[in-house]
């Protein structure tokens, strides 16, 4: 007879989970088809937020789960912005879906560890498919493979690392990296990170249309030489945050070639262009990266949490982070039985492949391409609707389903200005919608970024409506 000590604590009975399971499932389901009725944003301030929760963590005491249930789905996730509502155009959406989600469910709950082959199998060899599938999508060689991390600044690191690795096996104080101004902030911290000093970083100018200036960096990489300094990587971008620009990426790679440099495109967001066949274009010229960073959770609709570093040539990230350790001999198997430690920094990892293989194979090509073809023309309604209006004007065209405006309703361009930040924080309080602003050339811009595929052409109108009544009330105000 098992004693008391052998009385698991934490032990939940078959139909106790069960109901857990099912209520959670409905309150997902229910939020999902309600979303484009409840408002884009809602945020607490630190003063609300400890009223609502208290000052401390109390747990002295169970609390029944369908008591917390409801706890967590009226009070935490009524007070979130909702990034995946149709009207959330701000930052570059996650827009994420059902399939992806039953995917991510399911690898929590059956909790097989992710790190090693021999923990997972099935699991890992779906994830190193996915990783094939993503790689054939970018033009990739056959030697060429990935791995999945967090996101798209744990994807920067890894690229970097392994550059670095590659360049010099150590840190090189006189190594040099060369990227725009436009380039995500998460590779300066990347390098910050990995013991750069800020000034082995180089920002290059870029052109007209925000894209890295050719010309300068050829520059800027000479002049690096003749100070006896060592020029090691150049990031180039596929798909900025700013403006959805994709630098002039086979001119970059020649320059790469010519210096023996290596050749990192951030992809982040604009390369889940890959997977549609009619856009792909835009990305020439990725093919010749050493290494492409990708996440999934934003243009392939992943639950946030999934980012994937991909690479020319696998070796390059066994290379560095191959290792080995007397506790791990068991796991290391035949040549065709990867371990996923190997390839990234985390050996304890969750399979992250498995939402994205889930999603694939739930919806297939033709619609997942439909998917994101469907943000391109969300940005390209968008944009011929702001140009027809006559308060705003355009600063970057739709491109990568991205498009920037700013206000222009008055002769004076700081009131302009002015207004154009202003509407943010105005709509943000009204809830109907969500944009962010941001900077280009010294003025302050909006962003809009529709490429959720939930998101209609009546949805981008009411926003734009939205925002001229509002610009319209500022404009009064600033009399």
């Not at 150590?170 to 911290?189: L, W």
């Not at 520059?219 to 620009?245: F, K, Q, S």
């Not at 990867?338 to 399979?351: A, I, K, M, S």
Request: some cysteine; charged content about 25%; glycine content about 8%.
């Amino acid at each position: 007879m098992p004693g008391e000590q052998d009385v698991n604590p934490l032990a939940m009975a078959p139909e106790e989970m069960r109901q857990l399971g099912y209520n959670a499932i409905d309150k997902i389901v229910e939020h999902l088809a309600s979303l484009g009725t409840k408002p884009a944003t809602r945020t607490l301030t630190g003063a609300e937020a400890s009223e609502l929760f208290g000052d401390k963590l109390s747990i002295e005491n169970p609390t029944p789960p369908l008591e917390l249930l409801e706890e967590v789905c009226e009070d935490v996730f009524s007070n979130v912005m909702y990034v995946n509502h149709p009207r959330f155009f701000g930052y570059i959406p996650g827009p994420s879906n059902f399939a992806g989600v039953v995917g991510e469910f399911l690898t929590s709950g059956y909790n097989a560890c992710g790190g090693t082959w021999l923990e997972s199998s099935a699991e890992t060899y779906l994830e190193l498919q996915t990783a094939r599938y993503l790689a054939d999508c970018f033009g990739l060689p056959a030697t060429a493979g990935g791995v999945f991390v967090s996101g798209g600044s744990m994807a920067n690191l890894s690229a970097l690392a392994v550059a670095r690795f590659q360049h010099s096996k150590s840190h090189d104080p006189k190594a040099r990296v060369y990227c725009s101004g436009q380039t995500h902030s998460s590779v300066a911290k990347a390098l910050r990170i990995l013991g750069f000093a800020d000034d082995q970083l180089r920002d290059i100018p870029v052109d007209g249309q925000y894209r890295v200036d050719i010309d300068c960096l050829t520059e800027a990489i000479e002049e690096d030489e003749a100070r006896g300094l060592h020029p090691l990587a150049v990031v180039a971008n596929a798909g900025t945050t700013n403006t959805g620009a994709i630098d002039p990426l086979p001119q970059i790679a020649s320059v790469c070639r010519d210096k023996n440099l290596w050749f990192h495109v951030d992809g982040a967001y604009g390369g889940g262009a890959a997977v549609c066949p009619s856009r792909r274009d835009i990305l020439k010229g990725i093919e010749l990266a050493d290494s492409i960073t990708l996440d999934p959770h934003k243009w392939l609709f992943q639950p946030y949490g999934i980012g994937c570093l991909l690479v020319k040539d696998t070796s390059t990230l066994t290379d560095l982070f191959g290792m080995s350790a007397d506790y791990l001999s068991e796991t290391v198997g035949s040549t065709d039985e990867v371990n996923p430690f190997d390839l990234g920094p985390e050996l304890t990892r969750p399979n992250r492949g498995l939402r994205l293989w889930f999603t694939l194979r739930t919806f297939g090509e033709e619609r997942i391409a439909a998917a994101v073809e469907k943000g391109f023309h969300n940005a390209e309604h968008a944009g011929g609707l702001i140009e027809a209006a006559p308060d705003w004007e355009i600063v970057t065209p739709a491109q990568t389903g991205i498009v920037t405006f700013r206000y222009a309703g008055t002769d004076d361009e700081k009131s302009n200005d002015d207004i154009t930040v202003k509407v943010v924080d105005a709509l943000i309080d009204d809830g109907t919608a969500f944009v962010t602003a941001t900077q280009l050339d010294g003025r302050s811009v909006l962003r809009l970024c529709p490429i959720n595929p939930e998101t209609t052409r009546e949805d981008i109108e009411i926003t734009l409506a939205k925002l001229s009544s509002l610009a319209e009330e500022q404009r009064k105000h600033s009399r």
